[in-house]
């Protein structure tokens, strides 16, 4: 099925062959979301998933490009909290990125172009991990 753009809820809706999930308005990648017991493992999930939809194959040059230090890049794919600042930078830098999405998850307000290259991009790691 893919992607459907519902204009009068204003989200991103999928079905969960394609890896997303509904929650409560939003959608969620599989493995994507935060738990409780490692919120940031999700949130680094997401970073790396980004900057390889984005098409750059090192986070060095990821972190070149957004003006961001690569030691502190390689500890938020690793594992440590996005700080405030990174997030704000990648939100300024990365037209229909959103807050929401990098730190919780959610899918509702990415650009549709941007939730599409992350679905395509999630589906390629998928197959890849299989």
Known sequence: MGLVYNPR?????????????KRRNHCIFKGMEDDEKNKDAGQAR??????????YKTASHFARE????????????NGYPLSKEAAFILVKRIPG??????????????SFQLA???DEGYSNNEQRAS
């Not at 809820?9 to 997303?20: P, V």
């Not at 997401?46 to 098409?55: C, D, P, Y």
């Not at 957004?66 to 794919?77: A, L, Q, T, V």
């Not at 990125?97 to 990415?110: N, V």
């Open 46 to 55: 997401r970073l790396r998933l980004l900057r390889e939809v984005k098409g």
């Open 97 to 110: 990125l959103t807050l929401d999405w990098l730190f919780f998850g959610r899918l509702d307000g990415l």
């Open 116 to 118: 599409r290259e992350l």
């Open 9 to 21: 809820r204003l989200d991103i809706q999928a079905s969960n062959k394609n890896g997303w999930e």
């Open 66 to 77: 957004m003006g961001i230090e690569y030691k502190r890049w390689n500890n938020f794919e």
